[in-house]
């Protein structure tokens, strides 16, 4: 009884890291397919970045410069630290009435920890995460990003 | 291409002995010009051996992680490590306050030493010997242990926590270890009848013992192969500096090239290791033969013995390289559980068998 319990020990430790050899053999044997390393800076032309990786918040203008944000500010309210600030203008309507809309979105890269919680907020798909991520600058001020482009105007149709 | 198959390293040694002993009348010192030879071409294989080995193992571990390992210095890496050496050279050699400063200095010199020495009986090809001593076997595990010294002199005089946790759990763990490679260097011992190195070679001329002796040699290899990995302080069994649990272990405190003695020491005992594995069970310079097949075993001989040496011993490496990169290391009750539970009871009763066998003749 103690015998068997005792083999039957060491077989399955033998076996184990028996199986634990082969996979690293296969890796050793079969680098150039099985490598993952990304080699940056030389592969900078190809290199594409996977679906979940967030770069930095941007808001997507259409050919028309039309981008989709309201001045809702759901944005900022749900941002835990600050990043964005929206300064927003009334704007005279055709029938004489006036609206609020978006004068200047002001996104703080520097703060900003890419987690996504604007851009679940937001009610109207305005903004989104790029996958840019060479981020450096010397300045910081450089940080501070506008993300309505100049002269841009709130799309047909979104509310 | 005759003159070329004639010349080996045994006639280049032998030429060098009997130039110097004709030109020098005086014996001793003919002796010592000889001796102070062989140490200058000893250190000039280790240290290349050590930049391959460096390199070697980076790479190995870099392709077991689906990495590259070092790529940026030289073609594939290659001068990584010198840029390394480079780096440990420059890097100024602490002595810590406290420490106790003679001992602290003693330790990686004994570590080098104590393994330069091992190296003395080893065959490296057909002739070709240090010194063809008559208890090679005996020597190279009574020397082999004085490696603990070292490792506990480092941690004992380093005056620092990490470093006597590391030095006395490898007080223990080698301690323990050297019983299963004691057992399974004697089961090739009852083989072959000689502790002698040579012999040892000799007796596998018609076939290297793990093919012959079957499956008691091949539990003994294993065994073996197991237990010096624990005794050169590699992971698994790389307790002694465990990185995550004492920062370095015993060399926590050692720095620039007194701390490039101890990553020498430590690549001298794995080719040492494997060179024995090598020798005693692979059949050491001897080239690959099969009984009585004299037309197989001729196209053999070709192949330098220096080469099938060498590439026994890599073979070897490789494997407690892998074994590094795989397996997690173990606890220090876990150690000692596999030493005492496992292999030196599993390596006494293949003792046994391998002793039955020897008498009976069971072996081919
Ligand atoms: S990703 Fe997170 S931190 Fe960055 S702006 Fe959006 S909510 Fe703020
Ligand atoms: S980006 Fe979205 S949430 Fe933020 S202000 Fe514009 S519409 Fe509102």
């Not at chain 1, 930095?56 to 600030?85: F, L, S, W, Y």
């Not at chain 2, 240290?47 to 030289?74: H, S, T």
């Not at chain 2, 065959?123 to 240090?130: E, R």
């Not at chain 2, 082999?144 to 007080?171: D, E, P």
């Amino acid at each position: 009884m103690f015998l068997t319990e005792y083999f039957r020990t060491v077989y399955k430790g033998v076996r184990s890291l028996l199986t634990g050899m082969k996979t690293t053999g296969y890796y050793f044997t079969h680098a150039r397919k099985e490598i993952k390393t990304e080699e940056y800076p030389d592969n900078r032309a190809t290199l594409t970045m996977f679906d979940r990786f967030k770069g930095e918040v941007v808001m997507p203008h259409d050919e028309n410069n039309e981008h989709r944000c309201t001045g809702c500010q759901a944005c900022e309210i749900a941002c835990p630290n600050g990043t964005i600030k929206i300064i927003t203008k009334q704007e005279p309507q055709p029938d004489g009435k006036k609206k609020k809309a978006i004068d200047t979105f002001v996104y703080h890269l520097e703060l900003c920890t890419m987690c996504n919680l604007c851009v679940v907020a937001c009610p109207s798909d305005a903004i989104k995460m790029a996958q840019t991520f060479e981020h450096s600058v010397y300045d910081k001020k450089q940080l501070k990003k506008v993300l309505n482009k100049p002269g841009s105007k709130i799309m047909e149709g979104v509310e | 291409m005759n003159i070329l198959l004639t010349i080996s390293f045994s006639s280049i040694a032998s030429g060098i002995h009997h130039w110097l002993v004709s030109t020098i009348p005086n014996e001793l010192l003919a002796k010592s010009i000889e001796m102070v030879i062989v140490g200058i071409c000893l250190l000039l294989f280790l240290v290349p051996l050590c930049f391959i080995l460096g390199y070697m193992e980076r790479k190995v571990a870099g392709f077991m992680q689906m990495r590259y390992g070092p790529n940026r210095v030289g073609p594939y890496g290659s001068l990584q490590i010198v840029a390394d050496t480079v780096k440990l050279v420059m890097k100024e050699g602490l002595t810590p306050t406290g420490s106790d400063k003679f001992l602290f200095n003693l330790a990686p010199v004994i570590m080098v030493v104590t393994c330069m020495l091992v190296l003395a009986p080893i065959a490296f090809a057909k002739d070709f010997q240090i010194w063809d001593i008559n208890i090679g076997v005996l020597y190279v595990s009574a020397i082999s242990s004085l490696a603990v010294i070292g490792i506990l002199m480092a941690g004992w005089s380093s005056y620092n926590k990490y470093s006597l946790l590391g030095a006395m759990r490898s007080g223990a763990q080698i301690v323990s270890y050297e019983l299963s490679v004691g057992l399974s260097l004697i089961s090739i011992v009852i083989l072959t009848g000689s502790l002698k190195m040579s012999d040892i070679v000799m007796s596998q001329e018609t076939g290297w013992w793990i093919i012959r002796g079957h499956i008691p040699v091949i539990i003994s290899f294993v065994i073996f192969v197991i237990a010096s990995t624990a005794e050169i302080n590699r992971a698994p069994f790389d307790l002694a500096e465990a990185e995550q649990e004492l920062t370095a272990g015993f060399h926590t405190e050692y720095a620039g090239m007194k701390f490039a003695m101890f990553l020498l020491a430590e690549y001298i005992n794995l080719f040492i290791v494997s060179a024995i594995a090598a020798t005693l069970f692979l059949g050491g310079w001897m080239p690959f033969h099969i009984g009585h097949w004299e037309a197989f075993n001729h196209i053999m001989d070709f192949v330098p013995s220096s080469l099938w040496f060498l590439g026994k011993t890599f073979f070897i490496i490789f494997i407690i390289m892998q074994f590094r990169w795989t397996f997690p290391r173990l606890r220090v009750d876990q150690l000692l559980t596999l030493e005492w539970k496992y292999l030196l009871p599993i390596s006494m009763v293949n003792t046994i068998l391998v002793t039955v066998m020897a008498i009976m003749g069971w072996h081919f």
